[in-house]
């Protein structure tokens, strides 16, 4: 299928626009099986399974879970997230312990890595 038309590349907040709408229209169930295949996916991809550390994030409301991939493993790979400090973007360690941070987004609370 062919999103958008052949002159030159869509802008960012086009795709976003985008796939906002798909997800939106998607039911719970289509959401779940998403992520399954998306964990499948990500589980399956040379650069995931040789890394040690990965960048994750904490997902708007209207974004795809990507959590259940820092859970399943979460005990063989250190993951990080961004963290918005004002006008500056900081990666720190993926801890349980966590706050509302820019955006109404979970943030971890920590050290910088």
Do not use: W
């Not at 086009?14 to 959401?31: N, P, T, W």
């Amino acid at each position: 299928m062919r999103i958008f038309q052949s002159y030159g590349r869509p802008r960012k907040s086009e795709i976003r626009k985008i796939i906002k709408a798909r997800v939106k229209a998607m039911s719970k169930e289509e959401r779940a099986a998403e992520v399954v295949q998306l964990l499948a996916a990500i589980s399956a991809e040379p650069h995931f399974v040789s890394s040690n550390k990965v960048l994750i994030y904490n997902p708007l409301p209207d974004e795809i879970d990507v959590l259940p991939i820092l859970e399943r493993f979460k005990a063989v790979k250190r993951f990080f997230m961004p963290v918005v400090c004002g006008d500056i973007l900081k990666i720190l360690p993926y801890t349980e312990r966590q706050c509302v941070g820019a955006y109404n987004i979970s943030e971890p609370v920590g050290s910088d890595y």
